[in-house]
Antibody, heavy 119, light 107 residues
Framework: QVQLQESGPGLVKPSETLSLTCTVSGGSFSSTSHYWGWIRQPPGKGLEWIGSFFYNGNTYYNPSLKSRVTVSVDRSRNQFSLSLASVTGADTAVYYC???????????WGQGTLVTVTS | DIQMTQSPSTLSASVGDRVTITCRASQSISSWLAWYQQKPGEAPNLLIYKASNLESGVPSRFSGSESGTEFTLTINSLQPDDFATYYCQQYSNFPWTFGQGTKVEIE
């Protein structure tokens, strides 16, 4: 059974960098069938895809965030990370990590972690 | 970016009702569309993939269909556990995009 768990600070100051880690169990980053990535949801609002990576190292980002986002992977720890620079209040959201199976969709999600941008 | 226009934004219904939610893509996405259910405080849960395929473990009262760029999620005989928010998502092209969501409320 695949499990994903987000971790990281719940509070970030404006203009600083938001950093989150997703720890994966039961899944492999070497699979040619899966993307791994991040989705966020501001309080009371809808879902926004942030970015994902594929087994070959290719990464894909939402153009609306691309200049500020980096998704990276630590295969030795079975973790991947999100870095979002220069945050503002608009970046306050629940951040989810998730697995996308090719041809299927986002089939496994973490429980989500709320990050609040506040001074 | 491909825009996903979902309607209605809110839907009031009763237990036993048949409910239909629509999602329209701004361009062709073939059948690369998924539907998710989200309950308060929880992560979304995949219901339907590739427009009409039922994810394992999802009750058969949920079904999906497509006609061109219009996609439909139908819930037959609405159950108390189905009151939630539903999202469509296209995964044909990056950036993957979601509909705005449909909240199914108790009438």
């Amino acid at each position: 059974q695949v499990q994903l768990q987000e971790s990281g600070p719940g509070l970030v100051k404006p203009s600083e960098t938001l950093s989150l880690t997703c720890t994966v169990s039961g899944g492999s980053f070497s699979s040619t069938s899966h993307y791994w990535g991040w989705i966020r949801q501001p309080p009371g609002k809808g879902l926004e895809w942030i970015g994902s990576f594929f087994y070959n190292g290719n990464t894909y980002y939402n153009p609306s965030l691309k200049s500020r986002v980096t998704v990276s992977v630590d295969r030795s720890r079975n973790q991947f990370s999100l870095s979002l620079a220069s945050v503002t209040g608009a970046d306050t959201a629940v951040y989810y990590c998730a697995r996308h199976t090719y041809g299927v969709g986002l089939d496994y999600w973490g429980q989500g972690t709320l990050v609040t941008v506040t001074s | 970016d491909i825009q996903m226009t979902q309607s209605p934004s809110t839907l009031s219904a009763s237990v036993g009702d048949r409910v239909t939610i629509t999602c329209r893509a701004s361009q062709s996405i073939s059948s690369w569309l998924a539907w998710y259910q989200q309950k308060p405080g929880e992560a979304p849960n995949l219901l339907i993939y590739k427009a009409s395929n039922l994810e394992s473990g999802v009750p058969s009262r949920f079904s999906g269909s497509e006609s061109g760029t219009e996609f439909t999620l139908t819930i037959n005989s609405l159950q108390p556990d189905d009151f939630a928010t539903y999202y469509c998502q296209q995964y044909s092209n990056f950036p993957w995009t979601f509909g705005q969501g449909t909240k199914v409320e108790i009438e």
